[in-house]
């Protein structure tokens, strides 16, 4: 169809464009991905580090070497991130660690795209989907842990999976072993992970006839429980045995840790992630309603729903619902399409080029705004992981402080009281600490030592008198965080101590 102005109308279809375009469009969302990976080091990687420079020069530890509690026994679960992230900082700084994440990143968004490509062989809801929970993801769980492997591995996982059911080649469960591997070692406390989303295509392997309702089964359940139980075996190849393969029962469902670190609590609609994640649901309702020709798959129904039951119980799993529900969505809406029309000039017309590059120069303006106001300081202070950079720094700033004073004075025999928060900090910078972020570490259970934790808990919480304790380890310095009012009013109002530094945060105490 022509028009009077010497132009054709054409219709392209969004998942028939041209392979360069294809390309472009797969591209940009990297741009705005990356923008937003953090340029502040994550509070666990103070421990991380020196973890990881002790494996190089030392070999795996079984006794605690970082606090001062030399008597505890230990399992570095995460024993290869530090060695990964022990190199990337060691080498070149936090640029090595920058690049790490963006090589995690670009890695995870591939991964993941191909994974909802396989399922759908829909470029367009590949595309769209992968973009949106990528750029969850990237916000606020890329930064300098573990769990940026863990991603990798679990959506590798459901790569194999997928690319079996698809292809009927066993070859491609012949990865998930590997994959265990990799995991038990990389984050042993996630290792569970790889069966829990097993879990699912047990389910739909399994013929089911219930009424009218008949389930064809998806793949094999036999080859799957094989995989399994190859994949539990090799899960033994890591330097702790089994211990490190059943580390999630013995660190998780500890309710005095939840109240100090946020990402073990539930998920609640009062938090910033809880409102996001309703809003996200209700958008994506409203969209299953609209569009009412897709189908549900029972195991991306299982992958969500359990996920979910997960990131309600602990902010920390939410990551992982993310990626559920992406598959999911993506799988409901494989069949969805549209086409759109622009005018192409005919041979005899010249291509209006400026248009062109007007285009790519507002595409270039919207990711460079896009870096401009992840890079800024003061853009949405009420941005949670806005928030938390800004806590790091105003920790690290009164700890410096503190730091050189203890650096600078004589401290022998010293016996050094912390809050949970700071103590990975002041290990970080040669100071062994009463306890630090490993908290799972500090309970007898684990250490086969002592109640350190519980002992910090009821202090801080007022169950256990202030002088009890303090006489208990026989303190003689105490950094407290004013935040803990019993504590900190107490040292204040005690002749035995001296506040001796106070910053914004953190206070240092002597005995007098």
Not at 147 to 158: A, D, M, R, S
Not at 183 to 203: E, G, K, R, T
Not at 214 to 219: E, L, M, R
Not at 405 to 434: K, R, W
Request: aromatic letters at 18%; proline letters at 3%.
């Amino acid at each position: 169809m022509e028009n009077s102005s010497n132009f054709v109308v054409k219709k392209i279809n969004v998942n028939k464009m041209p392979k360069v375009l294809k390309i472009i469009f797969w591209l940009l969302p990297l741009v705005l991905f990356l923008s937003f990976i953090s340029h502040i080091l994550d509070n666990d990687f103070y421990f991380l580090y020196p973890t990881g420079e002790y494996i190089v020069n030392n070999g795996f530890p079984f006794k605690d070497f970082l606090s001062w509690h030399n008597n505890m026994d230990i399992i570095v679960q995460q024993w290869l991130s530090t060695i990964v992230f022990y190199y990337a900082y060691h080498y070149l700084g936090i640029a090595g660690l920058a690049a790490l994440m963006c090589v995690c990143a670009i890695t995870l968004y591939s991964l993941y795209y191909k994974l909802l490509y396989s399922v759908t062989d829909n470029y367009f809801i590949s595309l769209v989907f992968s973009t949106v929970s990528l750029f969850i993801i990237s916000v606020a769980y890329i930064i300098t842990r573990p769990q940026i492997f863990t991603f990798n591995l679990i959506v590798l996982e459901l790569v194999a999976l997928e690319l079996f059911i698809k292809k009927n080649k066993i070859g491609y469960l012949f990865i998930i072993p590997i994959i265990s591997v990799l995991l038990v070692n990389f984050h042993s406390a996630m290792w569970m992970m790889i069966f829990v989303f097993m879990l699912p295509y047990f389910a739909q392997s399994l013929p089911v006839k219930f009424g009218k309702f008949k389930q064809k089964p998806c793949c094999s359940f036999f080859k799957l429980l094989l995989t399994a139980a190859v994949a539990f075996t090799v899960g033994l190849i890591n330097p702790y045995g089994i211990k490190a393969m059943f580390y999630i029962f013995s660190s998780y469902g500890i309710s005095s840790i939840n109240d100090y670190i946020n990402e073990m609590l539930p998920v609640t609609i009062a938090s910033y992630d809880g409102k996001f994640l309703f809003a996200l649901l209700l958008v994506t309702f409203y969209l299953f309603n609209k569009y009412k020709k897709g189908k549900f798959e029972l195991r991306f129904v299982l992958l969500a729903l359990g996920t979910f039951v997960l990131a309600l119980s602990s902010g920390k799993s939410l990551p992982y619902f993310y990626i559920s529900f992406g598959l999911l969505c993506a799988s409901y809406f494989k069949d969805f399409s549209f086409e759109f029309k622009f005018d192409k000039p005919d041979k005899n017309e010249k291509v209006n080029w400026k248009k062109i590059l007007a285009l790519f120069a507002v595409l270039a303006l919207v990711c460079a705004g896009a870096f401009a106001f992840s890079s800024d300081d003061n853009t949405n202070e009420s941005n949670s992981s806005n928030s938390i950079e800004a806590k790091q720094l105003s920790m690290e700033n009164d700890l410096d402080v503190i730091i050189d004073y203890l650096n600078t004075h004589d401290t022998d025999g010293m016996v050094l009281f912390n809050s949970f928060n700071c103590g990975q900090y002041l290990e970080f910078n040669g100071i062994p600490a009463f306890i630090d972020g490993r908290a799972e570490l500090f309970f007898e259970r684990n250490n086969h030592e002592a109640d350190y934790f519980e002992d910090l808990y009821g202090f801080e919480k007022g169950t256990i008198y202030y002088s009890d304790f303090i006489d208990k380890y026989d303190f003689t310095h105490l950094i407290v965080q004013q935040s803990k009012p019993i504590v900190y009013k107490a040292l204040l109002n005690d002749d035995c101590f001296e506040e001796i530094i106070r910053g914004d945060e953190y206070s240092l105490f002597i005995r007098k």
